[in-house]
């Protein structure tokens, strides 16, 4: 990043140069335009003079008559600020003598430039070793006398605009100035990299499984503030890794329970230690172990595709209310075996395209769930109502309840679990998650109200369209 930020300042730096100078040159140009019409209009005007004076004057031939034309030029060197404004009639015949002899004899600009002096046109000459930049004019004279041209020179010891006048101050200002940009671009690339520097010290640490590094914060600016986003991504990346530690050692202990169990009673028939009145007991312990089991690896294997985004969608219409009542009803037993009250309130909403499998697994893991948590003699209560734009599935139970404080974090895996401990412990403690994942997936959406002691209320929406819509992943 420094070698950037210099190379760009530099960059920068050589345009501005760059584009000065085109700026100063055409400036400039514009301005040696601008001061030669000026001469061409003082030309013209004072040749006006002139020849006012001349025609005032004929046809009087006194010493005396040369004032006024002299008195002109003077007056004309003075308001231009020009150092030489001479006069010269070239011609022939009478108006010719006349009008010289109404002209001043001494003139050295004119005279230095030749028989031919180029006219209309400024002249680089000397007078007398001094270098002078002229400006001659011809201008047409009608006399009673005749006709002669009036040659005007204006002349000037100093150039109209030199080059350094503009360029110089222009190039040393935006000298000065690329190189305090390079300065400060050196200077901005050296802090900003050295905090960058801790930022990938920092990124680096956490690739290599320190989870507890963070990158400064200090300072202000952009850098802060993608210090802080990357210790807020760090935190994260350190509680999810916690919480896959977690899991982990809960799916083991989960996993380690019914193995330890049927491993017991394996040894013991294998031993042939086992009483023949027993057989049958122990077979539905280990039938029972064994669906416990399957229901674990199922759930992870569910929850692995959605996270994997293997996940199919297959709508269709479903009457919807009688597909809800038989999943209730398939629970009757389950909910009877462990004096819990199983109700349905399910109104009738008609035909709705959904996969019905989908629904099947949001409902039962939402019922499951339910039936951990209520103790003896509770209620869970499934629920089903509509309108013309969407559907609730709603689950409610009289267990325990949530703390408001852990609303937010139901549906991570085992987090309730891990905090409420469950009236049974059948299950894998990834119903929330699941559900949570499949309703996400089809575009729909899940809340829970809980309040401690006062159960749990977990309710889904789906839209009536939902087959008509694209699942997130399929």
């Known amino acids: 990043m420094r070698r950037q930020v210099m190379w760009s300042a530099l960059l920068v730096a050589a345009v501005t140069l760059l584009a000065g100078l085109v700026a100063g040159a055409v400036i400039g140009r514009r301005l040696v335009d601008e001061s030669e019409a000026e001469?061409?209009?003082?030309?013209?005007?004072?040749?006006?003079?002139?020849?006012?004076?001349?025609?005032?004057?004929?046809?009087?031939?006194?010493?005396?008559?040369?004032?006024?034309?002299?008195?002109?030029?003077?007056?004309?060197?003075?308001?231009?600020?020009?150092?030489y404004v001479e006069a010269m009639a070239v011609g022939g015949a009478e108006a010719?003598?006349?009008?010289?002899?109404?002209?001043?004899?001494?003139?050295?600009?004119?005279?230095?430039?030749?028989?031919?002096?180029?006219?209309?046109?400024?002249?680089?000459?000397?007078?007398?070793?001094?270098?002078?930049?002229?400006?001659?004019?011809?201008?047409?004279?009608?006399?009673?006398?005749?006709?002669?041209?009036?040659?005007?020179?204006?002349?000037?010891?100093?150039?109209?605009?030199?080059?350094?006048?503009?360029?110089?101050?222009?190039?040393?200002?935006?000298?000065a100035g690329a190189v305090l940009a390079v300065v400060l671009a050196a200077w901005v690339a050296g802090y900003v990299g050295r905090r960058l520097e801790r930022l990938g010290a920092a990124a680096a640490a956490i690739a290599g499984g320190d989870f507890s590094a963070r990158a400064p914060e200090d300072g202000g600016g952009?850098?802060?503030r993608l210090g802080s986003a990357f210790n807020e991504m760090a935190g994260r990346l350190e509680a999810g890794r916690l919480r896959e530690r977690d899991f982990l050692?809960?799916?083991?202990?989960?996993?380690?329970?019914?193995?330890?169990?049927?491993?017991?009673?394996?040894?013991?028939?294998?031993?042939?230690?086992?009483?023949?009145?027993?057989?049958?007991?122990?077979?539905?312990?280990?039938?029972?172990?064994?669906?416990?089991?399957?229901?674990?690896?199922?759930?992870?294997m569910v929850l692995a595709r959605l996270e994997a985004r293997e996940f199919s969608w297959r709508p269709e219409p479903v009457e919807l209310a009688a597909h809800v009542a038989e999943i209730a009803e398939a629970y009757q037993g389950r909910a009877h075996e462990i004096r819990v009250k199983l109700a349905a309130?399910?109104?009738?909403?008609?035909?709705?395209?959904?996969?019905?499998d989908r629904v099947s697994q949001i409902t039962n893991n939402l019922i499951d769930n339910a039936l951990r948590y209520t103790p003896e003699g509770?209620?869970?209560?499934?629920?089903?109502?509509?309108?013309v734009s969407s559907v609730s599935l709603s689950v409610s139970d009289t267990g325990p309840g949530i703390d408001l404080a852990d609303i937010d974090h139901v549906f991570e895996r085992l987090y309730v679990a891990q905090r409420y401990r469950p009236?049974?412990?059948?299950?894998?403690?990834?119903?929330?998650?699941?559900?949570?994942?499949?309703v996400d997936a089809i575009n729909g959406q899940v809340d829970v109200d809980s309040a401690p002691g006062g159960g749990t209320v977990v309710t889904v929406r789906l839209g009536r369209s939902e087959g008509a819509k694209q699942a997130r992943y399929s």
């Open 423 to 438: 009236v049974r412990p059948e299950g894998s403690g990834l119903g929330l998650s699941i559900v949570k994942e499949l």
């Open 345 to 356: 309130e399910i109104d009738e909403v008609g035909f709705v395209s959904i996969d019905p």
């Open 249 to 300: 050692m809960s799916v083991g202990h989960d996993l380690r329970t019914p193995l330890t169990t049927m491993r017991g009673y394996a040894e013991a028939l294998d031993a042939d230690e086992v009483d023949p009145g027993d057989v049958a007991r122990i077979g539905g312990v280990l039938r029972t172990q064994t669906d416990r089991l399957s229901r674990l690896i199922e759930d992870l």
């Open 39 to 83: 001469l061409m209009r003082q030309a013209d005007a004072t040749a006006t003079l002139i020849v006012a004076s001349l025609r005032e004057n004929l046809p009087l031939t006194a010493e005396e008559d040369r004032v006024p034309v002299a008195r002109t030029l003077a007056v004309a060197r003075a308001v231009g600020g020009h150092d």
């Open 96 to 175: 010719l003598r006349l009008a010289q002899s109404l002209l001043p004899i001494e003139r050295p600009l004119l005279d230095s430039l030749g028989d031919e002096p180029q006219i209309d046109t400024v002249i680089e000459t000397e007078v007398g070793d001094v270098p002078v930049l002229a400006y001659v004019r011809s201008v047409p004279v009608t006399l009673r006398a005749g006709g002669i041209r009036l040659l005007i020179a204006i002349g000037r010891t100093e150039p109209l605009l030199t080059g350094n006048l503009l360029t110089r101050p222009l190039l040393l200002s935006l000298g």
């Open 378 to 387: 509770g209620t869970v209560t499934v629920g089903l109502s509509g309108d």
């Open 222 to 224: 952009d850098v802060a």
